[in-house]
């Protein structure tokens, strides 16, 4: 049990949608204190939370390969073991990025026919989301790599929101497909030539905050720059505005009203709103919540742990692949 | 001359700078209409302005090596020809990019062991500059390359600013030294052993907009990304706002009041206030303004330009890469 703030903020999250979303069962996997108090306090219900007690901590600079070597009694790693076990049908964790992929991928394994699995978030846009992959997970990509992620991606957001066909876009550095990378001019050619995604073609940086796609494929280096400069810019806006919104006396005075009607505004800004990053191409479900989450954005990365694992994601995954490979021959 | 407003925005810009910038004069490279009776209307003076009259345009689209072979009486090439034959100290074009970099690089050559020219442009933060290379003139850089962006980075910097030991940042996806792909963390280890760069260590996607760096270096993709990405998103958000300001009738009639307070955040916001990215790197100045710019927008990166000239940009990039070099044997 990981992530900024640990079970004081877990508890609270798991005891909120234990109320909201019917069926859910939790199993907590981490230090048995205070996690054990804290579910006393709340009032988590005995016959839907189990508990299993670990004894190691993953840190956020600990490599993944000494992870997966060395602490085999961590939480994020028996929280998987969960999954694979078949106790649990999906896992969420806001611990270590790295390390969670790696001990995912190995525990797991990958879909069949998916080389590497690919981290997919969301970015608002126009009260909508534009779901970027991938975010970190793979740096360096292969043209073959990052078809597979549009095949993933497409098919996760068709399940997780009620789109039926997403737009699928290919991030560039221009509209014309002579530009970017060598890379990225062969996956734009095996994207067009495939019939069952609905491929939009090139992206531009710009254009992601135009509501133009659905999906938008990229490797980790990429995705991971521009989801936390987003985030980091929005972060900067939001504090000039309040700056200069409250260095005026008359707007000082009408602080309630400005703060009702920029309410919307920031509510469609907030990460928090869209957090739960879910890491696709795997044997099962696995949920990334941001490290510094507080309870309500846990509680919306829980929802979208609950919505992956309804949809049996690894599986549709599996069959959208050979959809689309048979497609391309 | 180029951009998608050609002379009837550039002629004024030129006319406002030339009343503006004293020993300031102007070569007009172009078709000789509307030039010639637009430099009339606005009362050019005569003594400070000189015309060469081309035939051909290049247009958005047009391959950077076919521009090369067969354009030889564009606006744009004649204009470099202008710095390479000393008619000019540099060159501003609105134009096609990649046409440019690829026409400056063979027309002036580059400065002695700089691999490729790289072009730089300023980030808005807490009302100072980001600047971030490159910006698209190098998709894939190799681990060397990225150094020199750092070397000519720093320098361009102190020259253009009245910092004197710039802090210079690799863009990477952590923060930690074994992060990032193999190319980044070969230039982090070289960038570490310099001991005349003032080199802050590796600058995540957020960092950016914490005034954390003066300098930050990536390659061309994730540059180029990430500036069309700030800028759509901070589009966005200024449009979303202006949608939260208009939706109530009290604060609609509080208008004036509302946007003169928010005049200077969305002037410091403004992508015309830091138009002008300089290509560095080559023998010779050549600045790129947007190709949207209107009029205040091209006076902006006229005065760039100059200042560009007045440094001696090239030799002074060419004696910091000796002094580089030798500390890092």
Do not use: W
Request: charged share 20%; hydrophobic share 45%.
């Amino acid at each position: 049990m990981g992530g900024d703030f640990g079970p004081r903020c877990i508890i609270p999250a798991v005891a909120r949608c234990l109320q909201q979303i019917p069926g859910l069962s939790v199993v907590l996997v981490g230090s048995p204190e205070p996690m054990t108090s804290l579910c006393q306090k709340h009032r988590l219900p005995g016959d839907r939370i189990s508990f299993v007690h670990t004894s190691e901590t993953i840190l956020a600079n600990d490599l993944p390969a000494s992870v997966l070597r060395n602490k085999r009694d961590a939480s994020m790693r028996v929280a998987i073991e969960q999954v694979r076990d078949g106790v649990a049908d999906g896992c969420l964790s806001a611990g270590n990025t790295g390390a969670l992929m790696v001990l995912s991928k190995t525990l797991l394994g990958t879909v069949d026919g998916i080389q590497r699995p690919a981290i997919m978030a969301a970015l608002p846009v126009a009260g909508k989301f534009c779901h970027v992959l991938d975010l970190g997970a793979n740096v360096d990509c292969s043209a073959r790599q990052l078809f597979e992620f549009a095949v993933m991606g497409s098919e996760a957001v068709a399940e997780l929101t009620d789109i039926q066909q997403p737009r699928v876009g290919l991030l560039n550095i221009g509209g014309e497909i002579n530009k970017g990378s060598l890379r990225v001019r062969e996956v734009s050619e095996l994207l067009r030539d495939s019939r069952t995604l609905n491929y939009i073609g090139h992206i531009e940086g710009h254009e992601l905050f135009q509501d133009r796609a659905d999906v938008v494929v990229c490797d980790g280096f990429v995705g991971n720059v521009l989801l936390k400069a987003s985030e980091g810019l929005a972060s900067y806006m939001q504090a000039e505005l309040g700056r200069a919104l409250s260095g005026n006396f008359i707007l000082r005075l009408l602080g309630p009203l400005l703060r009702r009607a920029l309410k919307p505004m920031g509510e469609r800004l907030d990460p928090d709103r869209y957090n739960g990053a879910v890491l696709l191409g795997l044997q099962g479900v696995v949920v990334k919540s941001h490290g510094n989450a507080d309870q309500y954005a846990l509680e919306v990365a829980i929802a979208q742990a609950v919505r992956a694992c309804q949809s049996d994601m690894p599986q549709r995954i599996a069959e959208r692949l050979v959809r689309c490979r048979s497609d391309l021959l």
